[in-house]
T-cell receptor
């Protein structure tokens, strides 16, 4: 069974700080990596995806991928209370046919 | 633009009753379709995925089944529900990929199922 691991948290940061969310995966054949945000009682919504090693920035969000270490992270700059949610890391299976999700990290941003 | 519809939004069913959840996608052709379940306090568990009509792959053995009678329709069923089937059921779609790559998945609004 392929694994995607995340620290469940909660991760608490003050408003305006940088939140750092981490994820490790076990399948070396994975090539697509995704971060989703899920508010309580709602369905997940895509924040960003990353395919290549290095950093990818989109507004306040930066995804970082290190395939050698099988590690992907999400940085949220200038955190806002509205960023308080559960963040899910997803990795494709080696066949590229399905996304496997971690259990998510709960982020709490205090004002 | 593409949209995904999933219904009902909430459902309360007695143990031993049947289940049918339906999901349809609009605005695209030949999508990959997925059923996930999220139990309270747990992550998203992949139940089934389909890369085409009549093609269903099961990730977890259980008393649930899935069918894809049309290109953009995906149905999750059970003949007899168990208490452990309670959870948040999510349908999702993407365009799939090649060579190990995969595109982002988009989710329906979900069905919150409570088995009593």
């Amino acid at each position: 069974q392929k694994e995607v691991e995340q620290n469940s948290g909660p991760l608490s940061v003050p408003e305006g700080a940088i939140a750092s969310l981490n994820c490790t995966y076990s399948d070396r054949g994975s090539q697509s990596f995704f971060w989703y945000r899920q508010y309580s009682g709602k369905s997940p919504e895509l924040i960003m995806f990353i395919y290549s090693n290095g950093d990818k920035e989109d507004g306040r969000f930066t995804a970082q991928l290190n395939k050698a270490s099988q590690y992907v992270s999400l940085l949220i700059r200038d955190s806002q209370p509205s960023d308080s949610a559960t963040y899910l890391c997803a990795v494709n299976n080696q066949a590229g046919t399905a996304l496997i999700f971690g259990k998510g990290t709960t982020l709490s941003v205090s004002s | 633009s593409q949209t995904i519809h999933q219904w009902p939004a909430t459902l309360v069913q007695p143990v031993g009753s049947p289940l049918s959840l339906e999901c349809t996608v609009e605005g695209t052709s030949n999508p990959n379709l997925y059923w996930y379940r999220q139990a309270a306090g747990r992550g998203l568990q992949l139940l089934f995925y389909s890369v085409g009509i009549g093609q269903i792959s099961s990730e977890v053995p259980q008393n649930l089944s899935a069918s894809r009678p049309q290109d953009r329709q995906f149905i999750l069923s059970s003949k007899k529900l168990l208490l452990s089937d309670s959870g948040f059921y999510l349908c999702a779609w993407n365009l799939g990929g090649t060579g190990g790559l995969n595109t982002e998945a988009f989710f329906g609004q979900g069905t919150r199922l409570t088995v009593v």
